[in-house]
Each structure stands twice: as structure tokens, then as C-alpha cells.
Nanobody, 120 residues
């Protein structure tokens, strides 16, 4: 089991950027892939982007392709989500979680998340 602590959220104007961080601890040796998810008000939690721990192959939702970039620092057990060209519809609580290597579905427990708010 791994634990995650998300940070880096905040308020930004449309077109701006945020860089989210996810500090991972616990059984980090068991991690095969990590992902970012988000939940907007009134909507289900949705996959945003994922990265395989070894190799670094990534996957992302169509809605964020070209704007968001996921990366990881294996040495420091940290996952990042660089969010550029932000839109009001990106406003959500962003969560980090371990994900299945093949399906990108979440496999761990949810943390508190970090709020990203984009104003128009």
C-alpha cells in the first residue's frame, strides 16, 4: 500500500499554469504506475493522466492532451502534473493514486487531493 500527499493547487486565471506535486510514500517498491485524477463539482472522478514508473510511458485524457504533462521523479518518489493553458472547466479537486499498469484504473486509497481553480 502506498500513501500520497498532493500539493500545488491554487487559483489561476484562464490560460495560466499550475504544477501539482504528489509525494508518494509507503510501499513504493510495489508501484508500477501512477496517475492523476480530478473531480469537478457535480461530476464523477475522472482520469487525467498516468505514467508508468519504470520506462515512463504516459497516457492522458483527450481533454488535456497537449496542455497537461505528467512526469515522475523515481529517486524522490514524486509525481508531477504540469498544467498549462488552463481553462475554467479544469477546475476540480486533483488526486494522485497508484494505477493499474495496463488499464490506468486507480488501485489505491484516495488522499485529500488539491484544489485547482481556474477563473475566467
Amino acid at each position: 500500500q502506498v500513501q500520497v500527499v498532493e500539493s500545488g493547487g491554487g487559483l489561476v486565471q484562464a490560460g495560466g499554469s499550475l504544477r501539482l506535486s504528489c509525494a508518494v510514500s509507503g510501499r513504493t517498491s510495489s508501484i508500477t504506475a501512477m496517475g492523476w485524477f480530478r473531480q469537478a463539482p457535480g461530476k464523477e472522478r475522472a482520469f487525467v493522466a498516468g505514467i508508468r514508473w519504470s520506462g515512463g510511458m504516459t497516457n492522458s485524457a483527450d481533454s488535456v492532451k497537449g496542455r497537461f504533462t505528467i512526469s515522475r521523479d523515481n529517486v524522490n518518489n514524486t509525481v508531477y502534473l504540469q498544467m498549462n493553458s488552463l481553462k475554467p472547466e479544469d477546475t476540480a479537486v486533483y488526486y494522485c493514486n497508484s494505477v493499474n499498469f495496463f488499464s490506468w484504473r486507480p488501485t489505491g486509497s484516495w488522499g485529500q487531493g488539491t484544489q485547482g481553480t481556474v477563473s475566467s
